[in-house]
């Protein structure tokens, strides 16, 4: 009997061992939701923002085509007198008008690593080559004043005058002046130059159909006053009391023709009318005498603006191809009020 309750207490047992061996083993636990490792595992660094330049952080290398008029030296104290105010460090050269100087002096700025390089041409072709070496450098041309014959990728803006809309502007004025009626002589600037070809286009562009309003003759005074009183004194030699109008690409080659007609004992403003270009001081000395009926605004203090290009240039932002310059045009009947308000 006591080993039949033995052997049902073992078989009891085996039974209760056989249900939990087939039991289904418990769910795992759930693990934790990693959404708090995606909160606080460290972001990952980022690049270090290009710091951007200051004024005082720039070179710029300005290579001015020469000293050969008032406007000119207007110019060049702008550049000069800007940078001084700014803290730029400028390294300035004077190409006395030739363009073989011009390109050595760019090829020096590239050398020396500027930021920037400033250049008015002083004609419109044969540039290609010097700006891009500048380019491949990485150095930004502005052209200022006057403009190049190259490819737009080749600078980065021009700051500067329209200088066909100055033509048409003097062809208007002119033809005012002489009730569309005139033999006129024209003072060329220099050959090849963009200001030369443009008024001479823009002034043509305004008179070619205005019968009476004949061209007589065009040489160049390389906008120089020596130069415009040679080439003046040469048409009065050749034409005489014919000429009866002077159109001058610039104000000091006008002046050079006042002096001109002064020694053939005529008088300019009055026996021969006379407009030019620039609005420099000395065109309104000039109008305030009588010797000069009208002068049409070219500025040239265009450092401000240069400087402005400049520094978005080397940080990187896109700039206008081309900043306009604004002007005017200015006769006699306020030449006395307006000049002691000139600054060149």
């Not at 000091?252 to 021969?272: F, L, N, V, Y």
Request: aromatic residues 6%.
């Amino acid at each position: 009997m006591k080993t039949s309750k033995v052997a049902l207490v073992l078989m009891v047992l085996a039974m209760i061992a056989t249900l939990v061996s087939c039991a289904p083993a418990p769910a795992p636990a759930p693990a934790q939701a990693p959404a708090a490792a995606a909160t606080t595992a460290p972001a990952q660094a980022a690049a270090p923002a290009k710091a951007m330049k200051t004024y005082k952080d720039l070179t710029v290398g300005y290579a001015q085509l020469g000293s050969e008029s008032e406007w000119r030296n207007a110019n060049t104290a702008s550049v000069k007198e800007t940078a001084e105010q700014l803290g730029v460090k400028l390294i300035f050269s004077d190409a006395q008008q030739k363009q073989e100087n011009q390109i050595a002096a760019i090829r020096s700025f590239i050398q020396q690593k500027v930021d920037v390089i400033g250049l008015p041409p002083v004609v419109t072709t044969g540039w290609e080559t010097v700006l891009k070496e500048a380019k491949d450098a990485g150095i930004p041309v502005i052209l200022v004043d006057r403009r190049a014959d190259v490819p737009e990728d080749m600078y980065v803006s021009y700051i500067g005058s329209d200088f066909v809309e100055e033509g048409r502007n003097a062809g208007r004025t002119m033809a005012k002046i002489v009730n569309e009626k005139a033999n006129i002589v024209e003072l060329v600037g220099t050959v090849g130059s963009a200001p030369a070809t443009d008024r001479q286009k823009g002034f043509l562009e305004i008179t070619k159909d205005m019968p009476d309003m004949k061209m007589l003759d065009s040489q160049s005074g390389d906008f120089t006053r020596d130069g415009g009183k040679k080439v003046m004194e040469a048409f009065l030699k050749k034409y005489g009391k014919d000429i009866t109008a002077v159109y001058a690409h610039n104000d000091d080659m006008a002046i050079g023709a006042i002096q001109a007609i002064e020694e053939a004992g005529m008088k300019p403003g009055t026996d021969i009318k006379i407009v030019s270009v620039d609005a420099v001081r000395g065109a309104f000395e000039a109008m305030i005498a009588g010797k000069l009926n009208a002068t049409i605004e070219c500025n040239p203090l265009l450092g401000p603006q240069f400087y402005e290009m400049a520094l978005k240039a080397v940080n990187g932002e896109t700039l206008p191809k081309w900043v306009p310059s604004k002007e005017g045009i200015y006769l006699p009947d306020n030449a006395k009020e307006i000049l002691p308000t000139r600054k060149y």
